[in-house]
């Protein structure tokens, strides 16, 4: 508005975002950076604005795109070395609806390479500083991304969330990560991991930047036949509940209050918040939990109702993920081998140790490990054991969303059991690493919408972030559900 308005040029905000940039060089955010290219975008932007021409909604306003996002010319590695080479020949469709409101694109952000992991350690560009404390690591895979908006360096960014990449980093920088429905912003032109769990989200630093930029970027798209008809902006944001169907088939949040006080705005529509008590217990750090149970009463000050949830089957979420997860994430890498594109092993003699060669050198440990892991359990005589066994516990998951949200509107859980850890803490076991998804992953095997909020800041002044958890396609209620907990 300000840059429509004259106020301010698009050239200045530019101008700007490369000095924040230039100021946090040693946090190492950004794996690329298109200076030229992004003040020569502001320029045209200011040119049309001063001849009076129409803009779009993001006029002039600088964003970052997560590293496994293509943009034509860009080189877009995944943060990976085997990617080192690749010069991207399209653009992704979500960069690309952002780009035609007239957003501007300042470059590419660091994250775990091709966004395995929980921590960016895994870059083959090196680690991502956390944004309040220096020796802590920015959480994963979106790290970066994570790091350029909780540190101003630009306005949002874009990220992905495979099992917990958006919500947990976003946690530990104190800002707001959204994991939409699947299917509700198109894939296409992000560097695959899991293609049964991966969503596109954003980074924001308010839940109102959060709902425009999902009213920009959501919507069916014939290059994503796993995209859904759009429904973000054709739902009523104060009514769309869609699992709230009681079993005498009211809505529940139509019951009348039992203490005679009467709803206004969400709550005439959203009555009950559900917790979960299965995640109520020691391994939460003690300081998420306290952070929830004021959130808790919060909610219960302005009228909402706490319902205690059971929900035994998400035990299961954690294991049959990180089987699920590598099975498709070895599909997905198998195709870089060295001769299509991206980096080649010139130790090479023949076919076989051109492959062998070039993936041993490309990939990091943790891509190596996952594939290995995904072709484990997926070969001959172990698939049943394990694989379809996975599946089946990913069917219980989505049956147990959709018993609970018969009994609350929304779900409030911790994002992670733990705020920031130290760099190096937990990098060289993957056990722990992978613990740190414990509470995330249900959603993305259940494909339900998730979005982070700031939650306070601990006792040693790392940020604390809790995340609520709606029924498929309540996106624009949630976004809108979460400024009643600011």
Request: glycine content about 8%; hydrophobic content about 35%; aromatic content about 10%.
């Amino acid at each position: 508005m300000k840059i429509a308005n004259k106020t301010v040029t698009a050239t200045r905000l530019v101008k700007d975002a490369l000095e924040k940039v230039k100021y946090f060089e040693d946090y190492n955010i950004f794996t690329y950076l298109d200076q030229d290219g992004a003040l020569k975008r502001a320029a045209e932007i200011d040119e049309r604005i001063s001849r009076g021409e129409k803009v779009g909604r993001l006029a002039g306003v600088p964003f970052a795109a997560k590293s496994n996002f293509l943009v034509k010319g860009y080189p877009t590695t995944a943060s990976a070395h085997i990617l080192e080479e690749f010069d991207s020949p399209i653009t992704a469709t979500s960069v690309q609806k952002l780009l035609d409101e007239d957003a501007i694109l300042i470059g590419l952000t660091n994250c775990d390479a091709f966004a395995h992991g929980s921590s960016t350690e895994n870059s083959y560009f090196g680690v991502t500083l956390n944004s309040c404390d220096r020796e802590r690591v920015a959480g994963g895979s979106s790290g970066g991304s994570a790091v350029a908006v909780a540190l101003d360096v630009v306005e949002f960014t874009t990220g992905t969330d495979t099992g917990g990449s958006i919500r947990q980093p976003a946690s530990f920088n104190g800002i707001y990560g959204f994991k939409p429905t699947y299917g509700c912003i198109s894939r296409y032109g992000v560097v695959a991991m899991a293609s049964s769990l991966d969503c596109i989200g954003f980074f924001t630093k308010t839940p109102e930047d959060m709902d425009l930029l999902m009213s920009i970027a959501s919507g069916q798209d014939s290059k994503d036949l796993t995209t859904l008809p759009d429904f973000y902006d054709n739902s009523d944001s104060m009514t769309s509940v869609f699992a709230n169907i009681a079993t005498n088939g009211e809505l529940l949040a139509s019951e009348p209050r039992n203490d005679g006080r009467e709803r206004s705005g969400l709550q005439k529509h959203l009555s009950r918040i559900g917790v979960i008590k299965d995640f109520d217990n020691e391994v939460v750090d003690t300081e998420i939990r306290n952070a929830l149970k004021e959130k808790c009463e919060l909610l219960k000050s302005k009228g909402y109702e706490i319902v205690e949830l059971e929900m035994p089957a998400l035990k299961y979420a954690l294991a049959a993920y990180y089987i699920i997860q590598p099975a498709e994430v070895t599909s997905n890498l198998s195709r870089y081998d060295g001769v299509r594109y991206g980096f080649r092993s010139h130790e090479t003699t023949d076919l076989s140790s051109l492959y062998s060669k070039t993936r041993e050198e490309g990939f990091m440990p943790e891509n190596k490990r996952r594939i290995m892991i995904g072709n484990f359990v997926l070969s001959s005589g172990f698939y049943d054991a394990y694989f379809l066994k996975a599946a089946k516990a990913r069917t219980l998951i989505i049956n147990e969303y959709e018993e609970a949200f018969k009994k609350c509107d929304f779900i409030l859980t911790p994002v992670s059991p733990n705020p920031a850890f130290k760099i190096g803490e937990k990098v060289n076991n993957p056990v722990a690493m992978y613990l740190e998804d414990l509470m995330s992953v249900s959603l993305n095997l259940a494909g339900v919408p998730g979005l982070t909020i700031p939650a306070g800041t601990s006792k040693n002044g790392l940020s604390l972030g809790l995340q609520i958890v709606g029924p498929r396609r309540s996106d624009k209620t949630l976004i809108n559900f979460s400024k009643e907990l600011i």
